[in-house]
């Protein structure tokens, strides 16, 4: 888990998030898909990874939305998976059209690990095995996964074709990783590899975003209808709405490429229920887990926030008819001092949270 931040620094500032993007390519060298990759620091070259449990669950949290941004639809986002978050879940707080569970090389293939992949294939979740050199003990991942990534640099020219010979013809699809020179690429092309990945075509691209943390006490409530199996999505809803950074997290992570939506999803119920109770609870628990150890941030703008929000759509129930969405004005309201307490423009702050026109002109202060 992230260290806590060091005494004397401002906790109420907006906290940077990092995350590398490493693209994939086909064999026409069209780009496939990117690999997301967890980076602690701005000049981390390399993850620095103490915490496989905790790294996976930032990428997911926030990564996702970040790193998809600018991204055709149809390309995939590979995503590492340790162990824990295999076992309890974590693949279905991702979208399964174009996100793709990377079985990490240090996951052991129990009957309980089998069973959890199973359950996230069956429901429409591509698999992709990691660090491949032909290790016996994962020959069982083999028949789950849809995606073997092959480790040229390790195996070398020869082994790369045995392996490539010996797991070819079962529908499944071979990726060159770490390939390194034009040679290791055109001997992989040779043997039958579809996919290519390395620093021969492009070194992780770093890509920084700002997010806020939950607040302490919507953390708490959140991890009490959590441990609830019976929880009601609305009542999470409530919650979130109580939250000026679950919520525009949570808005932003369902209005990411990921989903592929056309129109804007603007309130926290519909995004909510577009989810479901399922996808629900364990992208909150990614959040939750990626914010332990943190402190509030700007309290009093957070109240003035919810405080709007309320007015908002209370106004919105009372006075128009019929009544004019009050859960947009709802999110109306909450985001109104987003500006202040990103330390962003406005305009910035919209950019990366598509909503619906209207929306974006009165946060903007546009007639």
Not at 154 to 167: D, K, Q
Not at 221 to 248: C, G, H, M, N, W
Request: proline share 6%; with cysteine.
């Amino acid at each position: 888990m992230d260290a806590e931040l060091p005494a004397g620094q401002d906790q109420s500032q907006p906290e940077k998030v990092f995350v590398a993007r490493q693209p994939v390519f086909d064999r026409n060298m069209r780009v496939w898909g990117h690999e997301l990759l967890y980076r602690k620091a701005e000049g981390d070259l390399q993850a620095d990874v103490r915490d496989d449990d905790a790294a996976t669950s930032r990428v997911i949290a926030d990564g996702i939305a970040l790193g998809r941004a600018g991204l055709a639809p149809n390309e995939k986002t590979l995503v590492n998976f340790p162990l824990r978050l295999i076992l309890e879940g974590f693949g279905f707080a991702m979208s399964p059209e174009n996100c793709v569970v990377e079985i990490l090389e240090t996951v052991p293939p129990t009957p309980e690990v089998l069973g959890a992949l199973r359950k996230l294939k069956d429901a429409g979740y591509t698999l992709a095995l990691d660090d491949f050199v032909g290790q016996p003990e994962h020959t069982p991942f083999l028949e789950l996964a849809d995606i073997v990534k092959v480790d040229v640099l390790a195996l070398g020219e020869e082994r790369m074709g045995e392996v490539a010979r010996s797991l070819g013809g079962r529908g499944r699809m071979l990726l060159a990783e770490k390939v390194e020179t034009a040679q290791m690429h055109d001997k992989a092309l040779d043997v039958g590899y579809h996919l290519f990945q390395g620093f021969f075509f492009q070194r992780p691209e770093l890509i920084i975003g700002r997010t806020l943390c939950a607040s302490e006490m919507s953390r708490v409530k959140l991890l009490k209808e959590l441990a609830d199996e019976d929880f009601d999505p609305r009542q999470i809803a409530s919650v979130i709405e109580t939250d000026l950074s679950l919520s525009y997290r949570l808005l932003r992570y369902i209005n990411s490429a990921s989903f592929g939506r056309r129109d804007p999803v603007d309130s926290i119920a519909r995004a909510s229920m577009i989810l479901g109770q399922r996808n629900l609870a364990k992208w909150l628990q990614a959040v939750l887990m990626s914010d332990l150890n943190r402190t509030p941030k700007g309290k009093e703008l957070v109240f003035q926030s919810v405080r709007r929000a309320k007015f908002l759509e209370q106004l919105g129930r009372a006075l128009l008819k019929p009544p004019a969405q009050p859960d947009s004005l709802f999110v109306l309201g909450l985001f109104s001092l987003l500006d202040t307490l990103l330390g962003m423009p406005m305009d910035q702050v919209t950019k990366d949270l598509p909503l619906t026109l209207e929306l974006v002109q009165a946060l903007r202060g546009e007639p």
